[in-house]
């Protein structure tokens, strides 16, 4: 009855608190419950987001070790994973652009390891954004910076930037918390979008972790959320601690989705049809470096193209007008 009443109050637009969520992701995936969360989550998706499907690409730009040294990531300097080393040149990611381009996709990400050069980081995306059309958002996903680097990201074109505070960042991350927060605050201030997801989810993450990141998110009134469980990267610290199922993420995107509100998308990742019958209505493609990848080119392993990003949310019965 507690759950029937908390869904029923978010389709009338009350917001979420803390407990509020918990309770919601303490929901048995096995219940009656669970059904009702997820009709609640889709429900909301197709009516608000006018039953569109998203697809948004990201090229990693770089695959080098990584001095922030995630215990869950492929390039932490300390347990890099990948076969070799590289920087893509600007003509390399243009050609793949390209390609994205008539895909039809919506949003465009450039990623770098957190050691990129700014400046570098900068003089690319300059020529990167003279070849995007203007439909197509530009998004950057970097490591940490301040309100003028972000000034800087706004003047080369981008419209908005993927940044996050990890899930036990500063223990399972060297980022010390507050860095994350001023660079959300400078994303924020600077006009950029923010981009905000729930990550990486494991099985030893508590659910009022998740709310707590999940409240973060709809306090900078995202528009476009995500939550991603984490892939066991053989080699890597967190490897044994093993992931989450498919079916559990379905259930903590459902909440995430209630609890933030978001005003153009949800998106759970890495990609998994079950999620797109609890308000995902945004995939993502995945080209170059990957932090959930030993294969340098993810787009040969567990990266998905935006092809098959917008057939399966054609299965899912989202429009997929481009
Ligand atoms: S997740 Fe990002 S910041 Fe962390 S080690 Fe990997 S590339 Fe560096």
Redesign the pocket.
């Known amino acids: 009855m507690l759950t029937a009443n908390l869904l029923s109050s978010v389709k009338q637009g009350k917001l979420l608190n803390q407990e509020e969520a918990v309770t919601l992701l303490n929901i048995d995936c096995r219940s009656q419950d669970f059904y009702e969360l997820i009709s609640t989550a889709n429900y909301l998706s197709r009516t608000q987001f006018h039953n569109k499907g998203l697809v948004f690409a990201q090229i990693g730009i770089n695959a080098e070790p990584?001095?922030?040294?995630?215990k869950?990531?492929?390039?932490?300097?300390g347990h890099y994973a990948l076969p070799v080393t590289w920087r893509k040149e600007p003509h390399e990611i243009l050609s793949e652009l390209e390609l994205l381009i008539s895909s039809g996709i919506n949003d465009f990400f450039l990623m770098t390891?957190?050691d990129y050069p700014v400046s570098e980081f900068l003089e690319i995306s300059k020529i990167i954004s003279r070849h995007l059309p203007d439909t197509i958002r530009f998004v950057a996903n970097i490591?940490d910076f301040n309100l003028e680097t972000a000034k800087q990201l706004k003047n080369v074109g981008f419209t908005g930037a993927y940044h996050i505070h990890r899930l036990r960042e500063g223990i399972d991350?060297t980022?010390n918390p507050e860095i994350r927060v001023n660079t959300l605050n400078a994303i924020r201030d600077a006009g950029l979008d923010l981009y905000y997801c729930v990550e990486p989810i494991g099985p030893e993450h508590s659910y009022d972790e998740l709310a707590t990141e999940m409240l973060r998110a709809r306090d900078y009134h995202v528009k476009v959320m995500a939550v991603m469980r984490r892939i066991p990267v053989k080699g890597t610290p967190l490897y044994d601690k093993g992931q989450i199922s498919a079916i559990e993420l379905t259930k903590i995107a459902a909440v995430a989705r209630l609890v933030t509100l978001p005003q153009r998308a949800m998106n759970a990742h890495e990609v998994t049809p079950m999620t797109l019958l609890a308000g995902v209505n945004q995939l993502y493609a995945e080209y170059g470096a990957n932090?959930r990848d030993t294969e340098s080119q993810t787009e040969k392993n567990r990266g998905f193209s935006a092809e098959k990003a917008w057939h399966m949310l054609w299965e899912a019965g989202y429009s997929t007008t481009k």
């Open positions: 990584c001095s922030v040294n995630c869950f990531c492929s390039m932490g300097q390891t957190a490591g991350t980022v932090p």
